[in-house]
């Protein structure tokens, strides 16, 4: 069998490292060790950690699965749940918050490439959203009364606020209630 490119297994160990340590944290040489790979070969594949967390971020948010709230087959409230139990189904463990949200915190106000490539990535989460809210509002399903943007804005904010409160909690506390107001109360 062959064996995945040196590329590939930087970028997972990279991805895999900025969200369990940070941007900061993660070191070139933590990278390249946990990917098993020679630390010069990183610089043969990535110009800077900089230019690799560009592309985690891509590679990441592609892991995300944001095209499953565009599905017409699964009703726009039920596209909504199943996205946030899927995003919440990925930290078992409470050790890791969303990519978007921990660059956000730590080194967007040091890296005007990285602040762009979030707020892209932000943008297009909302979008979506914004989009699957609207498709609610059109089947009788959500209140027409939401703006559907500024919905979807509060959404991810609430979402990010409640991945931060069960990292800090180490319980799912901040799931169950981000799951019952947004459930049972803003999209009921």
């Known amino acids: 069998m062959a064996r995945r490119s040196m590329k590939e297994e930087i970028l997972g ?66 596209r909504i749940r199943r996205h946030f139990e899927f995003l919440r189904d990925g930290l078992p463990d409470f ?7 921990n660059f956000s915190a730590e080194i967007v106000d040091h890296s005007e490439t990285l602040r762009m490539r979030v707020k892209g990535g932000f943008h297009q989460w909302s979008a979506l959203l914004g989009d ?4 609610g509002q059109a ?13 979807a804005r509060y959404l991810m904010s609430a979402w990010e606020g409640t991945l931060l409160q069960a990292r800090a909690d180490k319980t799912a506390d901040a799931f169950d209630i981000f799951f019952a107001v947004t459930f049972d109360a803003l999209l009921a």
Do not use: M, W
Not at 95 to 101: D, E, H, I, K, W
């Open 13 to 78: 160990a990279g991805v895999d490292l900025f969200r369990e340590k940070g941007f900061n944290a993660a070191g070139v040489k933590d990278i390249t060790d946990r990917a098993g790979v020679p630390k010069g070969s990183f610089y043969n594949h990535f110009e800077s950690k900089e230019a690799l967390a560009t592309v985690a971020l891509d590679r990441y948010g592609d892991s995300l699965r944001l095209g499953d709230l565009a599905d017409p087959a699964v009703p726009p409230v039920e």
């Open 95 to 101: 050790a890791r918050g969303c990519l978007f949200g």
């Open 132 to 135: 699957v809210i609207a498709a």
């Open 139 to 151: 089947a009788g399903e959500i209140r027409a009364s939401l703006d559907p943007q500024q919905t």
